[in-house]
């Protein structure tokens, strides 16, 4: 067990809608991180927020969103969505952003869009 | 740019056996490099990484890897296999910049052999 957990474990949802993954980083976290993993894609990063800020931007859509609240839990949003959303998001979380830093995986929420 | 080139998505190896899982990188600065494992239905767990210091890196449950400048590679190895290696090994990359420019390999499965 990471510490990080994220909800839902699995989500099916149609195309065309909007949902809502929400990331729990370990205590003391202050970054948190989002990845997509595809059999198409691969394994890719999404965004990165910092203490409520956000930090950088990876390959992520402009249909996709994500905050970080002041409790540094997060959520990302997912709207209008199209089949190929359909992926593993993953949330990580460290305690700052140096890559000396080790990352911890949450155990990923399964998005299934038919 | 950075870049990782994983050999081989599949790797089948006999229980007690040596563990070799290929990685070369490309970067054009100097990089931060990691091997993450991902048993099924979990997210990713480190197993060790190299951060400029010891060129011979030891992580987790037997394996290390070895950075090789002259090479650009950071191969994974662990000198016997057990059934419970069984997993998907990911090779990553990023700089100093941090983790959000973190590269992700697409994955190698090694299936254990009794």
């Known amino acids: 067990d990471s510490g990080v957990t994220q909800t839902p474990k699995h989500l099916i949802t149609a195309t065309g809608q909007r949902v809502t993954l929400r990331c729990s980083p370990r205590?003391?976290?202050?970054?948190v991180y989002w990845y997509q993993q595809s059999l198409d894609q691969g394994l890719q990063f999404l965004i990165q927020?910092?203490?409520?800020?956000?930090?950088a931007k990876g390959n992520i859509l402009e249909r996709f969103s994500a905050q970080q609240f002041p409790d540094l839990h997060s959520e990302l949003n997912l709207s209008s969505l199209e089949l190929g959303d359909s992926a593993l998001y993953f949330c990580?979380?460290?305690?700052?952003?140096?890559?000396?830093?080790?990352?911890?995986f949450g155990p990923g929420t399964r998005l299934t869009v038919t | 740019a950075q870049s990782v080139t994983q050999l081989g998505s599949h790797v089948s190896v006999s229980e007690g056996a040596l563990v070799l899982l290929r990685c070369n990188y490309s970067?054009?600065?100097?990089?931060?490099l990691f091997w993450y494992v991902q048993y099924p239905n979990q997210g990713l767990q480190l197993l060790l990484k190299y951060t400029s210091a010891a060129t011979l890196v030891k992580g987790i449950n037997g394996f290390e890897a070895e950075f090789k400048k002259s090479e650009t590679s950071f191969h994974l190895t662990k000198p016997s296999a057990h059934m419970s290696d069984a997993a998907e090994y990911f090779c990553?990359?990023?700089?100093?910049?941090?983790?959000?420019?973190?590269?992700f390999g697409t994955g190698t499965k090694l299936q254990v052999i009794p």
């Open positions: 927020y910092y203490n409520g800020e956000e930090r």
């Open positions: 990553a990359v990023t700089s100093q910049g941090g983790y959000q420019k973190v590269t």
């Open positions: 205590s003391g976290d202050l970054s």
């Open positions: 970067s054009s600065v100097p990089p931060y």
């Open positions: 990580a979380s460290s305690v700052r952003t140096e890559p000396t830093y080790e990352q911890y």
